[in-house]
């Protein structure tokens, strides 16, 4: 699997009234910080990888609980960080090559975070979006990585597409203001 880098300071992560992981509920652009984002190692392209500036905010619902060890991430990219859209083909020949942002996503429901993890699968969503783009319907992708936050390593995520104004213009047509 690839390996996703992201870089921020750590009082943009952890202070205890500000930091974004450790207020993991907070929400909108206020709670928005400044940060790198970095791909290596990717074989599904000739380019093996990319880095751009980014924001980063927490997200999910119950994953931002302070009872759950891991908290899911959006990413944005916009031009007060870098070049305003990544420019990358994130999932391969088959998908957009352009974006305004996307989910890193871990495991909350049915994993090991959860109940002890009897029923953790990793494979579930997935396998069920993978599923529906195979039958010729609109679907998110998502791919497996590794995620290193700040060098450490920080476990397994997916790089999400997320069900947004975005993700119709792209796959849809038209521009962005079509959708809700």
């Known amino acids: 699997l690839p390996a996703v880098c992201v870089t921020a300071g750590l009082p943009d992560l952890f202070h205890p009234t500000t930091g974004i992981y450790v207020n993991a509920d907070g929400h909108g652009r206020s709670w928005e910080r400044p940060g790198s984002l970095e791909l290596i190692g990717?074989?599904?392209?000739?380019e093996g990888g990319f880095q751009s500036g980014c924001g980063l905010r927490m997200r999910g619902g119950v994953s931002r609980r302070d009872s759950n060890p891991k908290h899911g991430w959006r990413v944005f990219f916009r031009k007060e960080y870098g070049a305003g859209k990544l420019q990358y083909p994130v999932y391969g020949g088959g998908g957009a090559a352009e974006f305004d942002g996307f989910d890193l996503q871990c495991a909350q429901n049915y994993s090991w975070s959860r109940d002890g993890g009897l029923t953790y699968n990793a494979l579930r969503?997935?396998?069920s979006r993978d599923t529906q783009l195979a039958m010729?319907?609109?679907a998110t992708r998502g791919r497996f990585v590794h995620l290193f936050l700040n060098?450490?390593?920080?476990?397994?995520?997916?790089?999400?597409?997320?069900?947004?104004a975005s993700f119709g213009e792209s796959r849809l047509g038209g521009d962005d203001e079509d959708f809700d």
Not at 151 to 164: C, K, M, S, T
Request: charged fraction near 20%; charge should be negative; proline fraction near 4%.
């Open 136 to 138: 010729g319907q609109p």
């Open 42 to 46: 990717d074989s599904t392209t000739a």
């Open 125 to 127: 969503e997935i396998w």
């Open 151 to 164: 060098g450490l390593y920080w476990g397994l995520h997916q790089i999400q597409e997320r069900a947004d």
